[in-house]
């Protein structure tokens, strides 16, 4: 895997994933009493950093899917903290079940939880996630670690380099839409078989000066790729009728390397998410669209 770094708000990127994982909370019918929260202070929340930000995500969507396995009431918390002039710190902290001191060298292991028949039984999964994350920190040439305490909790921290990372104004994504000119001459190809998602998708982007495109199947997509090369950004569902979103992805990837895919899918689990990316995406979108968050998406890579 390659580090491909960008400058991105971070707060930003904070939100689409807090969203997330509020849905998953919402739409659940075995988690009860948990609270999700964001932590994210004043002098923050205008942060533009540089790295890698779907591996960011990555890394957090794993230590949070761990939370989310070992607790299904009391806290979880995420967010950042700035620790000196050149390093952010990243905590995902819950009130979960701890993890005993004797198991803290041991617990990015691959397959660590699987080889605990007693945690294997109670809680499954084969513990991948701790390791995946711990390879995409050091992938990052940083360091993660973890504090913990049985029956109170358990919070995880990584750092990333400050550095190259500044304070940005402050600005909310309608104040930029409606301040920015640059929308006017892009276009965006939107590739969704279903008719009043994809009214909503175009009523939503409707005021940002974005020429849209529509296509409602895989056959009509590729012709229309084919025929418009003035095409910025692709907006795919990932399931079609009689396609794929994944396979025409990739197929679009070949053509124009340069090109921004977004999927848009109703399956955002992790695993799903990962092949997203393999198919050569540079984000997604989870079902049911929030108007801000498709917003916030589409202007980060074309603003």
């Known amino acids: ?24 909370i919402n739409q ?18 205008n942060i533009s950093i540089r790295t890698d930000s779907q591996r960011l995500k990555q890394i957090l ?23 000196s002039n050149n390093e952010l710190i990243f ?3 819950d009130t979960g079940i701890g993890i005993p001191p004797d198991k803290y ?14 945690l294997a039984r109670q809680y499954r999964g084969t513990g991948l996630g701790l390791s995946i994350a711990k390879g995409l920190v ?17 919070t995880f921290y990584f750092s990333l380099p400050f550095n190259n990372s500044k304070l940005g104004e402050d600005k909310s994504i309608e104040k930029v839409y409606s301040e920015s000119t640059s929308l006017i001459n892009k276009t965006i190809l939107i590739v969704e078989d279903n008719a009043p998602n994809m009214e909503f998708l175009k009523e939503v982007l409707s005021d940002t000066g974005l020429k849209i495109l529509c296509a409602y199947n895989g056959e009509e997509a590729l012709n229309i790729f084919n025929k418009n090369s003035d095409i910025d950004l692709v907006l795919m569902d990932i399931r079609l009728p009689g396609s794929n979103g994944l396979i025409l992805s990739r197929i679009m990837r070949k053509s124009k390397p340069e090109m921004v895919i977004i999927a848009q899918t109703a399956y955002a689990a992790p695993s799903d998410i990962k092949n997203c990316i393999e198919a050569g995406c540079n984000d997604y979108l989870s079902k049911p669209i929030n108007n801000e968050k498709l917003r916030i998406v589409v202007g980060q890579y074309l603003i």
Do not use: C, P
Request: no cysteine; net charge negative.
């Open 91 to 93: 905590f995902v902290a």
């Open 28 to 45: 659940s019918e075995t988690i009860h009493d948990l609270n999700l929260n964001l932590s994210i202070t004043a002098d923050k929340k």
């Open 61 to 83: 969507n794993n230590l949070l899917d761990n939370a989310f396995k070992f607790i299904q009431k009391g806290i979880i918390e995420f967010g950042i903290k700035k620790e």
């Open 105 to 118: 060298e041991i617990i990015f292991d691959r397959f660590r939880q699987a080889e605990d028949l007693y």
């Open 138 to 154: 050091k992938l990052m040439n940083r360091k993660i670690w973890l504090e913990s305490e049985l029956d109170k909790g358990t």
């Open 1 to 24: 895997m390659k580090v491909i770094e960008s400058e991105f708000k971070l707060s930003d990127l904070l939100i689409e994933i807090y969203y997330y994982y509020k849905l998953r």
